[in-house]
């Protein structure tokens, strides 16, 4: 089993950041590729970002690209992703997800384990 944990969401001004973390722990201590992925209300749970178990790979939405920072500490079992200029369209529940076999993917679908989610609001 997985235990993922989100933190740092938050209310922010539009042009603003945040830091979101993810701390991982359970199942063998290797690292896993790790994802962010995001939920808008009537939407469909959408990628943002992902980094290989290394940590070599780094991938983004078009929509973050530029924005966005995705980093991990392995040795603290933990991934961030750094959140600048924020936008009203960035708003949503921001979910963590590990991703243990196979490449580093960009579906939810491929994501074995899931964190609880945290919310991030950005007011124009």
């Known amino acids: 089993q997985v235990h993922l944990v989100e933190s740092g969401g938050g209310l922010v001004q539009s042009g603003g950041s945040l830091r979101l973390s993810c701390v991982a722990s359970?199942?063998?201590?290797?690292?896993?590729?790790m994802g962010w992925f995001r939920q808008a209300p009537g939407k469909e749970r959408e990628f943002v970002s992902a980094?290989?178990?290394?940590?070599?790979?780094?991938y983004y939405a078009d929509s973050v690209e530029g924005r966005f920072t995705i980093s991990r500490e392995n040795a603290k079992n933990t991934v961030f992703l750094q959140m600048d200029s924020l936008e009203p369209e960035d708003t949503a529940v921001y979910y963590c997800?590990?991703?243990?076999?196979?490449?580093?993917?960009?579906?939810?679908?491929?994501?074995?384990?899931w964190g609880q989610g945290t919310q991030v609001t950005v007011s124009s």
């Open positions: 997800a590990a991703d243990l076999y196979g490449p580093v993917d960009t579906k939810p679908v491929d994501y074995e384990y």
């Open positions: 359970g199942r063998a201590a290797r690292p896993w590729h």
């Open positions: 980094i290989s178990a290394g940590g070599s790979g780094t």
